[in-house]
């Protein structure tokens, strides 16, 4: 145990950790690819995923976490704690893995074992380029940019919740009155209302099938 | 299911692994490079000696990752920003109070968290794997809709407005990379972040190194997604 933090305590074993989370990750998009389960990451990110096996257009969810990836990447060596939600689950699990789906590459995301070793390779390339721009930083890399993007990106998710309650009434009446009660009780627990929502359409359309629009 | 469930234990324990250990190492930050999110340090200082605390911290967003998983096939981003830590944490606390013994030790927290982790992977997309045809049926009709709209119109206006917001620089830069991105990449959020990000830098710092890097990145990107979506052909069908 002591010989372990000795270890975890130094900043070279930082692209390991990357490494390992990245696998994990990237390991949940191959989950979600093969299952439709398992993706470590919020809806939104699955829908872009979903969307785009659908469509075979891939630009929204690799230029959306490109973006990420490259703010975060900056960001992670000047603050010392890298944000492993922007970074990683966007940027690889969501990025690379359409990435791979794009350029004829699926049959990595297909295997799990390919995908595992993929995203330990993508991760602790990862962690070597931080922990050299940490070693090499060079002087006036502005921060302030990283705080807006997060700013908004916290904003957006605020949106999903009413969204929610939208669709869900133009999809039936019996899912539109349950999303307004599980949304509602959510609130009142001072709970994410996202969760409420879905949950409650889905119990009561399911109960009420009737005639889906 | 039971392939299902060797799958999530191996991701579980791999990932569980690296989130606790990296979020024991954000208590030692700048010195040493750590992993999680400023937001969870500040939630994990909150329910700090109390692993009562951090139990039900973690059990309030696995049931908002059970919801997500059952409806959209999404784990949500909790399950290693929060659940892991803060369990991790609170099977550490019961034996020894100490955190600086325990939360800010990244071997004890990388185990417990890779047992953690194991734990609640399998847990949640077994519940997600025996959900009824029908109920994710209704879940996709009406998510599927919601986050096209969130991620075609609410983000990219949301990440051009915080650009506008932010001053002039970023909010020309923004407003410039993001029209160009909804025009080649056929959405206008990659473009406004890069556009906020080369604008701050420029309104903080001037038009430095990093800025110029940034640049040189965005102009890549964009020729080559262009070129994959086919954008400069048919941008010089107008003008041919």
């Known amino acids: 145990m002591k010989k372990l933090n000795d270890l975890l305590m130094k900043n070279e074993s930082f692209p390991l950790l990357t490494a390992m989370l990245c696998a994990a990750i990237l390991g949940g998009s191959h989950m979600f690819i093969t299952e ?29 976490c490109t973006g990420f990836l490259l703010a975060r990447i900056l960001e992670g060596p000047l603050v010392g704690i890298l944000d492993i939600g922007g970074s990683l689950m966007t940027g690889v699990g969501t990025g690379f893995a359409s990435l791979f789906l794009v ?27 931080i922990i050299i721009v940490k070693k090499t930083m060079p002087q006036g890399m502005a921060a302030g940019g990283t705080g807006i993007m997060m700013g908004a990106g916290n904003a957006a998710g605020r949106y999903l919740g009413p969204l929610i309650i939208i669709y869900a009434a133009k999809y039936s009446i019996p899912a539109g009155i349950g999303s307004i009660i599980g949304a509602v009780i959510c609130q009142k627990l001072g709970k994410s209302m996202v969760g409420g929502a879905i949950l409650g359409a889905m119990i009561v359309a399911f109960i009420f099938p009737g005639a889906a629009a | 299911m039971l392939e299902i469930i060797i799958k999530s234990m191996i991701l579980g324990a791999l990932g569980g692994f690296a989130a606790a250990a990296g979020a024991a190492r954000m208590f030692h930050a700048p010195e040493i490079q750590a992993m999680g999110s400023f937001r969870g340090l500040g939630e994990l200082n909150a329910c700090k000696g109390d692993p009562m605390a951090h139990f039900s911290f973690g059990l309030g967003f696995l049931f908002n990752a059970a919801g997500s998983v059952i409806g959209a096939g999404a784990l949500t981003q909790d399950v290693w920003h929060r659940i892991v830590p803060n369990w991790a944490a609170s099977a550490l606390l019961l034996k020894n109070k100490k955190p600086e013994e325990t939360l800010y030790n990244p071997a004890k927290m990388a185990v417990a ?29 009406i998510l599927g809709p919601a986050s096209s709209t969130m991620i075609d119109m609410i983000i990219p206006v949301l990440f051009i407005l915080a650009a506008l917001d932010a001053g002039k620089m970023p909010g020309m830069w923004g407003l410039a990379l993001g029209g160009l991105s909804q025009l080649i990449m056929g959405n206008a959020t990659p473009g406004a972040v890069l556009g906020i990000l080369i604008g701050q830098t420029i309104q903080e710092s001037g038009f430095n190194k990093s800025a110029k890097v940034m640049l040189v990145i965005v102009v890549i990107l964009f020729a080559a997604i262009g070129q994959g979506r086919g954008f400069w052909a048919n941008m010089l069908s107008f003008i041919m």
């Open chain 2, 113 to 141: 968290g890779a047992i953690v982790g194991a734990i609640v992977v399998a847990f949640l997309n077994s519940i997600a794997s025996i959900i009824p045809e029908s109920l994710s049926a209704i879940a996709a009709g």
């Open chain 1, 103 to 129: 350029t004829g590459m699926g049959a990595i995301m297909e295997n799990f074992v390919l995908t595992l070793i993929a995203g330990f390779v993508i991760g602790l390339i990862l962690g070597l380029v």
């Open chain 1, 36 to 64: 439709g389960f398992g993706f470590f990451n919020e809806i939104a990110q699955a829908e872009m995923i979903r969307n785009g096996m659908e469509t075979g257009d891939f630009a929204t969810p690799i230029g959306y």
